[in-house]
């Protein structure tokens, strides 16, 4: 699918790997809108090509008012990837107690909720674009984690939701196909991400230790060039692609 002349919406887009597929949509000629918390979006920095909305992925009202900022951008509306995403860790039951409830609710509202929130109202605008020669309108691009296959210790609330990212991607295709809408999902492994930037650099070397190859961390460039082989590729549809340089995660 081209994307000169089309527009493009990406969540989580105000840093990590939201800005870095954001920066390389615009690059490759879409008008791109990167929707993120006011608070990021205040923080981030001028990209040529990238215009930054406001908004919550979980409020509807918001994420409609952002789809339809970018769908009256004079092009149609193609592409949506999303990248926004929370990941604490708790156990189920550690020193402290019982996992917190609202937190595990808040990360599943978040990761999975806010993405399936954004991919419906997308494909609503998408839906009403007029398609290519080839029948096309649009494809959505999730991100999940391979924590959704090997989730840690901890990352109980983090796997569900990712879990769910993995599950919603093959019926949303089938859903869309109608509309000529594709959609996929990325699970990245380790990625080095603003979060990952918080813990001590001996940890961050033995985690980059255990990636089979390349031994160091995913960057997020690596993860928007697998973002737009995706909308290049036409015939990949309804499929989770794993970007994790062979990493299976162990137990911790």
Do not use: W
């Not at 019926?171 to 996929?184: H, K, S, T």
């Not at 999902?185 to 650099?201: F, H, L, Q």
């Amino acid at each position: 699918m081209q994307l000169e002349n089309t527009a493009a919406l990406v969540t989580g887009g105000a840093s990590g790997l939201g800005a870095a597929t954001a920066k390389a949509l615009a690059e490759r000629g879409a008008t791109v809108f990167a929707l993120d918390l006011k608070d990021g979006v205040d923080k981030a920095p001028e990209v040529a090509g990238v215009t930054y909305v406001p908004a919550d992925v979980t409020d509807p009202e918001q994420v409609r008012a952002a789809v339809a900022t970018a769908a009256g951008a004079g092009v149609p509306l193609r592409t949506v990837v999303n990248c926004a995403g929370v990941g604490p860790s708790m156990r189920i039951l550690g020193k402290k107690g019982v996992h917190d409830l609202g937190v595990y609710a808040k990360v599943v509202q978040i990761n999975l909720i806010g993405t399936f929130n954004v991919l419906a109202l997308a494909s609503e605008a998408i839906a009403g674009t007029e398609a290519d020669e080839n029948g096309q309108r649009g494809v959505i691009v999730n991100t999940a984690s391979i924590a959704a296959y090997d989730g840690q210790i901890g990352q109980a609330a983090y796997a569900s939701s990712k879990g769910g990212v993995v599950g919603l991607t093959l019926p949303a295709a089938r859903d869309l196909a109608q509309y000529g809408i594709r959609v996929c999902t990325i699970a990245p492994g380790i990625v080095d991400t603003p979060m990952m930037a918080t813990v001590s650099e001996e940890f961050r070397t033995s985690l980059a230790a255990g990636v089979p190859f390349p031994h160091r961390f995913a960057q997020p460039e690596e993860y928007a060039k697998l973002a737009l082989a995706i909308v290049d590729h036409d015939y990949l549809n309804g499929e989770t692609i794993r970007m994790d340089g062979a990493l299976r995660m162990a137990p911790r």
